[in-house]
């Protein structure tokens, strides 16, 4: 149907039809108007595989769902660093939909990991918007192949679980700008979503879902997205400020009492009938490009997802430490795999994203046909290891050549709802852990959580995988990690502090007890880390290989450049040991000498890219950096700015391993607004390239001043000037100081005339 006949179509409904049409008909589906053909259309989560409800629904992975493929959660995902390959997740994902006949399956979940406690972390992909977002798009980019919508959510910073439907994110422009919205908008720009989900939470004061600026002026206007916004369940809280703010569709359903709202209001003069059309259009046109593409006969080959969901979780899997080599293990040899998630792994997490697998893989089941043997070590439901828990484990691990401990973080632990109140992984693991250590010197953990754990036992085991939340066929995915099968590619999508309190989050996160402070600003997770030179447990986009990689020759097409200018960054990337193996080339850009204008982290990711090499063999990769890979956000201009002067492109395999680095020279073509009075100081108004040529000889005339009283030019009064006090003191001096120091009347008239000649 085209746009014409949408409109059409909704010229043919009446007020009561238009208004209902704003609100789902129950938990998961849109409404229908039968008399004019209008039908209605089902959503589901999300966002790792199909909660598809037929019965009892909630939105809390409470009631069963249909059988599903479980993929590994964003957490993991991000981990791969690999875009075609979660395209291709994507695809399966669409192809699931449309099977089950739904319209739009809800998710991605981008919001940014600002502390290791937020209970969602697990769901979501990364601290670095940017890898976040080309995650994100990717994923879209799959799915909606299919003909089928994604629902990108929760727009926005929603970024904790505490009081997540009433707390307020209080969060300054840039912050926004340059963390917490890039993920939605390099999506949005890129993979065009049908659909975007606005979150529960406040911002700076004003309900996302009420929120006009978010939803019309940032989201359509600026980024052009064109389908339809939802709801979260139960986020809206004034319907009729939602119309008008750009929030089409409230979810699940409002049981009629705010469709009687939007037609009253629209009655009574307060809310314009056009917009409720609007509204009605945005929905219209998503349902039809479903319904007319529908495909119910596409086929779902779950084991073929299962396959594909442990190839996936293989690649997501990251080796953090690797000492003498321990890993990859044997086959011949006995090896004792130690703890309750060997055999039930925990693979994915709590809250709407539950899936009902239709078959899990354990390390315990794919590892069937080598010398294993296994003790539980724990119980993750009690969250306890008795004695002999420990006994047996320990005894297993004398026994055997490596003890291999599942671990992690068990259910009750991190889930959609609430947030963690610590990092640390449970107690009684952490007991296992040291005493299987001391038992047997080759020790390897093997981690599952979907956000970082403190690690007190990391001096005394030799190696350590971080599987995440891997998703149903994880224990596949490890086995072929551990024995060699596949060589480890995963890069951490977050730093691991070290503990909890260095996080930069750490004193604001959660709020009380309505708001949360965003204070830490744009410094979140490695951007703070870098700029304080702080130790942290593993750094952000770090990963061993069973192989080892080389960078060299790092090249731009151009070392001076203008703001409105491409580059293009070339490395040479080589496998330099005796394996196949996958790199990570990671690009960062940062300002060479910190500027004058904006305090900016150290770097920032601006590329990535993932390379599969033989031994010995070497590929060129290569970047284009745009204005974007250089600028910050500016207040004054509302818009991204690039400061002229000298920036600094790093390469390597982790924001802490950067063996490559070129510089670069940016002419800036926008001056940004500057307003002078008499209280501007001497070093802004001589920082600005205009401000000089206009100031020069009034500021030199002035400085005579500060050659305390000797006489103009003269060799005494010039030294009395280039003390470095005295320059100090002329620098932060305002154009009032002018007069103080021995002005008069003449003095004044001079200022306010130059005033006038800098503000033109
Ligand atoms: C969650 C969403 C989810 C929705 C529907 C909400 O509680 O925040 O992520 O899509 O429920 O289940």
């Not at 390099?186 to 978010?214: D, Q």
């Not at 870098?530 to 942290?536: E, G, I, N, P």
Request: overall charge negative; hydrophobic content about 40%; glycine content about 8%.
């Amino acid at each position: 149907m085209n746009q014409e006949e949408i409109k059409k179509l909704i010229s043919q409904m009446t007020l009561e039809e238009k208004a209902g049409l704003c609100s789902g008909a129950d938990f998961w589906h849109t409404k229908a108007v039968e008399r004019l053909g209008i039908p209605a259309t089902m959503v589901s989560d999300g966002p790792h595989g199909l909660r598809k409800q037929d019965e009892e629904a909630d939105h809390l992975g409470i009631n069963d769902s249909i059988k599903a493929v479980c993929f590994p959660a964003a957490s993991a995902t991000a981990a791969s660093f690999n875009t075609e390959m979660i395209e291709k997740m994507g695809e399966s994902l669409g192809e699931a939909c449309q099977h089950e006949k739904l319209s739009v399956i809800l998710g991605p979940a981008v919001n940014i990991k600002r502390s290791p406690l937020c209970g969602r972390n697990f769901e979501y992909f990364s601290e670095d918007p940017f890898l976040a977002g080309k995650m994100a798009a990717s994923l879209i980019k799959g799915i909606q192949s299919k003909n089928v919508g994604t629902s990108i959510k929760h727009f926005a910073l929603n970024n904790q679980e505490h009081r997540r439907m009433s707390s307020s994110a209080e969060c300054d422009e840039r912050t926004m700008r340059e963390i917490y919205f890039p993920p939605f908008e390099i999506a949005v720009k890129e993979a065009k979503p049908w659909t975007v989900m606005c979150s529960y939470n406040r911002i700076n004061g004003v309900f996302a879902s009420e929120n006009h600026w978010l939803l019309t002026e940032v989201l359509r206007d600026k980024w052009g997205f064109d389908g339809y916004v939802m709801s979260d369940w139960g986020a809206v809280s004034d319907r009729v400020e939602g119309i008008k703010a750009g929030l089409d569709l409230e979810m699940p359903a409002s049981g009629g009492i705010n469709d009687a709202k939007i037609v009253k209001a629209v009655q009574e003069g307060k809310l314009d009938e056009k917009l409720v059309d609007l509204c009605c259009e945005r929905i219209l046109n998503i349902v039809f490009r479903y319904t007319e593409n529908a495909r119910p006969d596409t086929p779902w080959d779950k084991e073929a997802h299962h396959k594909q969901a442990a190839d996936i979780a293989a690649e997501c899997i990251v080796l953090l430490k690797n000492e003498d080599d321990l890993l990859p293990l044997n086959k011949e040899d006995e090896i004792a795999f130690i703890g309750e998630f060997a055999e039930k792994p925990r693979f994915q997490g709590g809250g709407s994203s539950h899936i009902n697998c239709f078959k899990i893989t354990s390390a315990l089941d794919a590892a069937k046909d080598l010398k294993i043997t296994y003790a539980q070590g724990y119980s993750a439901a009690k969250d306890e290891a008795t004695d002999e828990q420990i006994a047996e484990a320990v005894s297993a691990a004398k026994k055997a050549k490596v003890a291999v401990v599942f671990a992690g973080l068990p259910d009750s632990y991190e889930s959609e709802g609430y947030d963690r109140s610590h990092m640390r992984m449970p107690k009684c693991q952490n007991r296992l852990i040291e005493a299987v250590a001391e038992a047997n010197p080759n020790t390897v953990v093997v981690l599952h959580n979907g956000s970082p754990v403190e690690m007190p036992w990391i001096g005394k085991v030799k190696a350590v995988l971080e599987a995440y939340l891997g998703g149903q066929a994880v224990g596949e995915a490890e086995v072929r990690v551990l024995f060699g099968d596949e060589n480890p590619s995963g890069h951490l999508p977050e730093s691991f502090p070290i503990k909890l309190e260095d996080n930069p989050s750490y004193l604001f996160f959660g709020g009380e007890p309505a708001a949360s402070e965003y204070r830490e600003g744009i410094f979140v997770g490695y951007r703070y880390y870098d700029k304080k030179k702080m130790s942290v447990l593993f750094p952000f986009g770090h990963g061993l290989s069973y192989t080892t990689f080389a960078y060299s020759d790092l090249k731009l097409s151009s070392t001076s450049i203008k703001d409105t200018d491409t580059v293009e960054a070339t490395v040479t990337v080589t496998n330099t040991g005796k394996r196949a193996g996958k790199a990570v080339v990671q690009l960062y850009t940062g300002a060479e000498n910190g500027f004058v204008n904006a305090v900016r982290p150290v770097r920032e990711l601006k590329g990535f890219k993932k390379v599969a090499l033989e031994p010995g063999e070497s590929k060129i990769v290569s970047f284009t950096l745009d204005k974007r890979s250089f600028a910050t956000w500016r207040t004054e201009i509302h818009d991204w700015w690039v400061e002229g002067g000298v920036y600094t492109v790093e390469v390597g395999s982790s924001s802490a391993d950067l063996p490559v680095k070129a510089c670069l020279n940016i002419e800036s073509t926008v001056s940004l607004p500057k307003h002078y009075d008499i209280n501007s100081i001497m070093m802004d108004i001589m920082a600005d390239p205009k401000g000089r040529e206009i100031a020069a000889e009034f500021i030199r005339k002035g400085m005579s001043v500060f050659g305390g009283g000797q006489e103009e030019g003269s060799e005494a009064a010039n030294e009395a000037i280039s003390s470095d006090m005295s320059m100090a003191m002329m620098n932060y001096m305002p154009l009032r100081g002018m007069l103080s120091f021995g002005g008069n009347a003449e003095a004044e008239a001079a200022i306010n005339a130059l005033l006038a000649q800098l503000n033109r």
